[in-house]
């Protein structure tokens, strides 16, 4: 979607044979030069930094982020309620790509935006757009370390994202359903179930979404959920308590540290 629209991208994947290949393919079709790819482990702090930094000296303007990496659920904790001997240490492994290392993605995206004095025609400095999920909004049992996950994403965006609209940079997140990705590719069946009964979301409904926060779109913070019979619309959270009597009213000083009390 973002080659088709003559946007030079940069794909970093841990499996750098696929991303070279979808590159080629791009690059192919388009007869340019747009597309490259570049190795990363996105939950290394020094490997998403270098990374970002080929992104940089190729680009040098970078106006969209987009931190999509992820792994599905592992055996994170053992159900074994009659286990005797040592404690089990849990394998926390889709904490650090799903959760820590978006953080790492997001926080690369501002230093690099701020760093961007001039705006662009839209009127930012730079757009984030990240992946949570519906199991960040809904309940999702058979998930809890993956939801975990998923709900850190969305409630950094929540709060991270209010801040950072003051300063001409927006950070959303795309909120998906079951969608059709390599996530799953240890089990075949469960794609076409979810096709079976109707709740599969299409790639494009997917596109859809990204596309509703890109270019001029002002909104900052929020969460666009995307469900297969309904398509993407923006999350309804709650408020929280007094959330009216003080949304008009926050400050942000950018010499200031994150965690000082808002004046």
Same mark, same amino acid.
């Given at each position: 979607?973002?080659?088709?629209?003559?946007?030079?991208?940069?794909?970093?994947?841990?499996?750098?044979?696929?991303?070279?290949?979808?590159?080629?393919?791009?690059?192919?079709?388009?007869?340019?030069?747009?597309?490259?790819?570049?190795?990363?482990?996105?939950?290394?702090?020094?490997?998403?930094?270098?990374?970002?930094?080929?992104? !940089?000296?190729?680009? %040098?303007? $970078?106006?969209?982020?987009?931190?999509?990496? *992820? &792994?599905? =659920?592992?055996?994170?904790?053992?159900?074994?309620?009659?286990?005797?001997?040592?404690?089990?240490?849990?394998?926390?492994?889709?904490?650090?790509?799903?959760?820590?290392?978006?953080?790492?993605?997001?926080?690369?995206?501002?230093?690099?935006?701020?760093?961007?004095?001039?705006?662009?025609?839209?009127?930012?400095?730079?757009?984030?757009?990240?992946?949570?999920?519906?199991?960040?909004?809904?309940?999702?049992?058979?998930?809890?370390?993956?939801?975990?996950?998923?709900?850190?994403?969305?409630?950094?965006?929540?709060?991270?994202?209010? !801040?950072?609209?003051? %300063?001409? $940079?927006?950070?959303?997140?795309?909120?998906? *359903? &079951?969608? =059709?990705?390599?996530?799953?590719?240890?089990?075949?069946?469960?794609?076409?179930?979810?096709?079976?009964?109707?709740?599969?979301?299409?790639?494009?409904?997917?596109?859809?979404?990204?596309?509703?926060?890109?270019?001029?779109?002002?909104?900052?913070?929020?969460?666009?959920?995307?469900?297969?019979?309904?398509?993407?619309?923006?999350?309804?959270?709650?408020?929280?308590?007094?959330?009216?009597?003080?949304?008009?009213?926050?400050?942000?000083?950018?010499?200031?540290?994150?965690?000082?009390?808002?004046?």
């Amino acid at each position: 979607m973002l080659a088709e629209r003559g946007i030079r991208v940069c794909i970093a994947d841990f499996n750098i044979e696929a991303a070279e290949k979808v590159a080629s393919e791009l690059n192919q079709k388009s007869g340019s030069e747009d597309v490259w790819a570049v190795k990363v482990d996105v939950s290394c702090w020094d490997s998403q930094a270098a990374a970002f930094e080929k992104a !940089i000296e190729v680009f %040098e303007r $970078i106006d969209y982020v987009f931190p999509v990496a *992820g &792994i599905g =659920e592992k055996r994170a904790l053992p159900n074994r309620p009659n286990a005797t001997g040592p404690f089990e240490k849990p394998d926390l492994a889709v904490m650090d790509v799903d959760g820590t290392g978006m953080i790492y993605t997001i926080w690369l995206g501002v230093q690099h935006f701020r760093r961007q004095k001039n705006l662009n025609r839209y009127g930012f400095k730079g757009k984030i757009i990240c992946v949570s999920s519906i199991c960040g909004v809904y309940v999702f049992p058979a998930s809890p370390v993956y939801s975990a996950a998923k709900y850190a994403v969305v409630g950094f965006v929540r709060t991270y994202g209010v !801040i950072m609209a003051q %300063e001409n $940079i927006t950070l959303n997140a795309v909120c998906p *359903g &079951i969608v =059709e990705t390599g996530i799953s590719s240890h089990a075949p069946w469960y794609h076409a179930e979810a096709r079976k009964r109707g709740c599969l979301v299409e790639m494009s409904q997917m596109m859809d979404a990204f596309s509703m926060l890109m270019g001029g779109e002002k909104m900052s913070g929020q969460c666009v959920e995307v469900v297969a019979k309904h398509g993407a619309r923006v999350v309804n959270f709650p408020p929280a308590s007094k959330e009216s009597d003080i949304g008009g009213e926050i400050s942000y000083k950018r010499n200031r540290p994150f965690h000082d009390p808002v004046e």
